[in-house]
């Protein structure tokens, strides 16, 4: 199982990004995937999770204005952020669960600035 994530970069107050998570070895519609974000000196934090049949949740700081989804036939997952805000700055990583064992991806980071 293979996740790579992209799509991050600099946007200012209140733009928006799409961050993708290519994934191989495993299709997306079978498992849990999430996104998790980091900052510097922090523990990794929970974003937006989706599970196999589409119910989606997000933690209270994102609610509204970011989106996760799947891609079957691109193998993708994605999040969809509108309306950011500065402390959304991080590094992004999506994850699953599969095979008794939590994957991750490499992160791609997004930085808010004007």
């Known amino acids: 199982v293979r996740l790579v994530e992209s799509g991050g970069g600099v946007v200012q107050p209140g733009g928006s990004l799409r961050l993708s998570c290519a994934v191989s070895?495993?299709?997306?519609?079978?498992?849990?995937w999430a996104w998790y974000r980091q900052t510097p000196g922090n523990e990794r934090e929970f974003v937006a999770r989706i599970n196999g049949d589409g119910i989606a949740d997000y933690s209270e700081s994102v609610k509204g204005r970011f989106t996760i989804s799947r891609d079957w036939p691109r193998n993708t997952v994605y999040l969809q952020m509108n309306i950011i805000h500065p402390e959304d700055t991080a590094v992004y990583y999506c994850s699953t669960v599969a095979y008794s064992t939590t994957y991750w991806g490499q992160g791609t980071q997004v930085t808010v600035s004007s």
């Open positions: 070895g495993i299709p997306v519609r079978v498992p849990t």
